[in-house]
């Protein structure tokens, strides 16, 4: 039961997107179009529950017992970045096809706050090790939600005759804040 | 490209090329803390100190840090001046760092200070990246300092902690919750647009 509140606390209720503000920069920047929002959704929640789960190992079982937890962030970049970087060469090898489907999506995943952002958290809200997988699914797949729901507005969206002004960003940034009106709702049902 | 004079390379950052509202870098903390003018005020400070120290360092050592790893490179020493800013903030002034969480360490991956780092100062002599790094530093600040108090004076009628609203005055829930981050950072690019092709035509 639990386990059923934090994946659905960090899929909708407190969307890392919408709610959290995290992984704004690809939210702008890769929801133009549907099919290419949901391969990024998908890469970034794969990093994310493998990130999540060695993030928790790391500092759970090393830095912690040596006392290093000043050195924290350092290290999660560090196991963020080399991560991505594993995981690109890993589909590559397994599956030229995703590979080439997620294309530049991957090394952009390293600096997407969503990720640390959830390493951290998980550390902060003192999770075990199967939580911080649960909430590590729960969030790549309200990312991923709000990336396609994202996406499919803004194809409508072409169609549309907006002000000069708020062409691009402008508008972008007011659809997502009517989304996360909407994701508010959510907010009641646990 | 016209070669600017060292002014030209502060001023920049503020107006021109500023990091949120032309840029739109590093949106994540601009959104998430600035329910409180205090908070707003507090991120963009620490955001440019790291910048600043990172610009330092990585403009000194722009010659011996090999191209292959110059970005792992340049994340560990943002992350490193991140720490210190961070225990920082949490020594002196506990409260504003209890209210900020997580997006103090998220600093690390604020796409401005990667961003400057690999266009800026990996290439140009210290003390234009100084200039630079200051520049964007303050361009950042600015504009969280007024998106946050837009925020707070609707969200919660204060501004500072300071009541400024009228007695009646009802409080604008929804601009200290996420959707009035979105809509007011919306309508600040939208007036950044409209007053840049006011100035061009």
């Known amino acids: ?190 | 490209m016209k070669e600017k004079t060292a002014i030209q390379e502060f001023v920049k950052g503020i107006w021109d090329e500023n990091p949120i509202l032309v840029q739109l870098l590093g949106l994540c903390p601009t959104l998430a803390v600035t329910t409180a003018a205090e908070n707003g005020l507090a991120m963009g400070m620490a955001a440019t100190f790291v910048l600043l120290c990172s610009s330092f360092l990585v403009s000194m050592f722009r010659k011996v840090i090999p191209g292959q790893v110059r970005i792992a490179a340049y994340i560990v020493i943002i992350a490193t001046f991140v720490t210190i800013a961070d225990r920082f903030l949490a020594a002196f002034v506990p409260d504003i760092s209890k209210s900020l969480g997580p997006f103090i360490p998220l600093i690390i991956v604020n796409c401005i200070i990667l961003g400057r780092q690999e266009a800026f100062a990996s290439k140009n002599g210290i003390g234009r990246s100084l200039l630079d790094a200051l520049g964007m530093g303050l361009g950042f600040t600015l504009v969280l300092l007024v998106l946050s108090s837009i925020r707070e004076i609707l969200g919660s009628g204060t501004w500072f902690g300071m009541n400024i609203m009228w007695e009646s005055f009802a409080e604008w829930g929804v601009m200290s919750q996420a959707p009035g981050a979105f809509i007011t950072l919306g309508c600040l690019i939208a007036g950044a647009n409209w007053i840049n092709a006011r100035r061009k035509a």
């Open chain 1, 1 to 190: 039961m639990n386990l059923l509140v934090i994946f659905i606390g960090a899929a909708l209720i407190n969307n890392f997107v919408l709610q959290q503000f995290l992984g704004i920069c690809p939210f702008v920047g890769v929801s133009k179009k549907v099919d290419s929002a949901f391969s990024m959704g998908m890469a970034t929640t794969f990093v994310m529950v493998i990130a999540a789960m060695v993030t928790w190992l790391v500092y759970n079982l090393i830095l912690v017992p040596f006392n290093l937890q000043i050195l924290q962030y350092v290290a999660f970049i560090l196991i963020i970045a080399s991560l991505v970087q594993f995981v690109e060469m890993f589909i590559r090898k397994v599956s030229k096809p995703l590979y080439d489907a997620l294309g530049i999506f991957l090394p952009l995943i390293t600096t997407n706050c969503a990720i640390l952002g959830l390493a951290l958290t998980s550390v902060l809200k003192e999770y075990s090790f199967t939580e911080t997988l649960i909430y590590g699914v729960g969030a790549g797949i309200g990312f991923t939600l709000a990336l396609v729901i994202m996406a499919g507005i803004r194809e409508e969206l072409e169609l549309v005759d907006v002000p000069k002004s708020f062409q691009g960003a402008a508008i972008t940034m007011i659809i997502a804040g009517s989304l996360a009106l909407a994701f508010m709702g959510f907010a009641g049902i646990i």
